[in-house]
T-cell receptor, first 116, second 110 residues
């Protein structure tokens, strides 16, 4: 596709369940970011990948959160034992970063997670 | 580490100007500006990489004062389409993560 694709767009789950959120970045983009956005707040950094490796995972709130990007393209954010406080929109963004540092980020539409 | 944005919200009439500020307590490598409309993904506006740099397109421009670790976004002759939430993102050094501020809500009324 032409843009960043995220699935599912909406996920409702019960407290304690396991959830996977998928991000398909723009083809050729080497950098991939995960952010979490709560209502009325800015995107909160979680993790970013350069290729297959996590370049910085300092934003992951705790060990219930984990993300992978095994082939340097699609990424999956995994949340174990979900809690009500995990409810938010999870945004994925990709970047070509040709100039170094963080280039223009192209965001997906997000996955809205609701934990009941 | 999160940059501080001001004001939190601003209401304008079409044709009026606005300035949104972004400041950091740490030295910065770059400042990024994004706009997000309700229910949509953030959209890139511009990146400023050098101290004292100014950039702009159309009637939206920005400055970056590296010494003061501040950036300002200037919207002139605002249009209804400028409404949305503006976020600055800061990068402390090359290859580092991009951290966003809490946002400034801009509403342009006719």
């Amino acid at each position: 596709g032409a843009g960043v694709s995220q699935t599912p767009s909406n996920k409702v789950t019960e407290k304690g369940k396991y959830v996977e959120l998928r991000c398909d970045p723009i083809s050729g983009h080497t950098a991939l970011y995960w952010y979490r956005q709560s209502l009325g707040q800015g995107p909160e950094f979680l993790i970013y990948f350069q290729g297959t490796g996590a370049a910085d995972d300092s934003g992951l709130p705790n060990d219930r959160f984990f993300a992978v990007r095994p082939e340097g393209s699609v990424s999956t954010l995994k949340i174990q034992r979900t809690e009500r406080g995990d409810s938010a929109v999870y945004l994925c963004a990709s970047s070509f970063a040709a100039q170094g540092g963080t280039g223009e980020l192209f965001f997906g539409e997000g996955s809205r997670l609701t934990v009941l | 580490q999160q940059p501080v944005q001001s004001p939190q919200a601003v209401i304008l009439r079409e044709g009026e100007d606005a300035v949104i500020n972004c400041s950091s307590s740490k030295a910065l490598y770059s400042v990024h500006w994004y706009r997000q409309k309700h229910g949509e993904a953030p959209v890139f506006l511009m990146i400023l990489l050098k101290g004292g740099e100014q950039k702009g397109h159309d009637k939206i421009s920005a400055s970056f004062n590296e010494k003061k670790q501040q950036s300002s976004l200037y919207l002139t002759a605002s249009q209804l389409s400028y409404s949305g939430t503006y976020f600055c993102g800061t990068e402390r050094k090359y290859g580092n993560k991009l951290v966003f501020g809490a946002g400034t809500i801009l509403r342009v009324k006719s």
